[in-house]
């Protein structure tokens, strides 16, 4: 089945520091990838998303490029700030179902210290 | 557009009582979803609907779950007989039409069980 694996946290940066928090997928068909971000106190949100092999798709300064021969989807950005700490997910749907369904990986909590 | 609202925020109930989470989706969404997340672990889908039919549900919701959407506007979702497992954020999400794999998350209904 579809799954999403996302490297542990908490993830502990300094201001200004360069960010990746890895991600990697299983999958049968071709899914688009996504990184949520939810923010203390508030819902998920939609971060970025690609749709097929290569795109790249970007927001707020962070960065996540769809590696279909690694399947992986790693997010990046170059100077963290202290309101992007927060709890970020990877995330995969199969364009192929009906439900457009998104399947989750665990998280990955992100502290930015001044 | 006024977001995804989720009623109540938190839930404290006793181990045996059933309890009711309601949900109103960004108006004209055709799609609603329910997930669940406990602690250190990403959303987990239960069940979603297209207007009011409920096309899909997860092995997770057993048959003390049962949700809802009369009208193809809010949704409800009832646990019956609730045990300290049920013990969860439960989180509503929405999206405008299939294809459209961007989901509105809630902030959600926090429950816990005694």
């Known amino acids: 089945g579809n799954s999403v694996t996302q490297m542990e946290g908490p993830v502990t940066l300094s201001e200004e520091a360069f960010l990746t928090i890895n991600c990697t997928y299983t999958?049968?068909?071709?899914?688009?990838l996504f990184w949520y971000v939810q923010y203390p106190g508030e819902g998920l949100q939609l971060l970025l998303k690609?749709?097929?092999?290569?795109d790249k798709g970007s927001n707020k300064g962070f960065e996540a490029t769809y590696r279909k021969e690694t399947t992986s989807f790693h997010l990046e950005k170059g100077s963290v700030q202290v309101s992007d700490s927060a709890v970020y997910f990877c995330?995969?749907?199969?364009?192929?179902?009906?439900?457009?369904?998104?399947?989750f990986g665990k998280g990955t909590r992100l502290h930015i210290l001044p | 557009d006024t977001g995804v609202s989720q009623d109540p925020r938190h839930k404290i109930t006793k181990r045996g009582q059933n309890v009711t989470f309601r949900c109103d989706p960004i108006?004209?969404?055709?799609?609603l979803y329910w997930y669940r997340q406990t602690l250190g672990q990403g959303p987990e889908f239960l069940t979603y609907?297209?207007?009011?039919?409920?096309?899909?549900k997860s092995r997770l919701l057993s048959d003390r779950f049962s949700a809802e959407r009369p009208k193809g506007s809010f949704s409800t979702l009832e646990i019956q007989r609730t045990e300290q497992g049920d013990s969860a954020m439960y989180l509503c999400?929405?999206?405008?039409?299939?294809?459209?794999?961007?989901?509105?998350f809630g902030s959600g209904t926090q429950l816990s069980v005694l």
């Open positions: 999400a929405s999206s405008p039409t299939r294809g459209n794999e961007k989901l509105f």
């Open positions: 999958a049968t068909g071709y899914p688009s």
């Open positions: 690609a749709t097929k092999a290569d």
């Open positions: 995330a995969l749907s199969d364009p192929m179902n009906r439900d457009d369904k998104i399947i």
């Open positions: 108006s004209e969404h055709n799609r």
């Open positions: 609907f297209q207007n009011e039919a409920q096309l899909e």
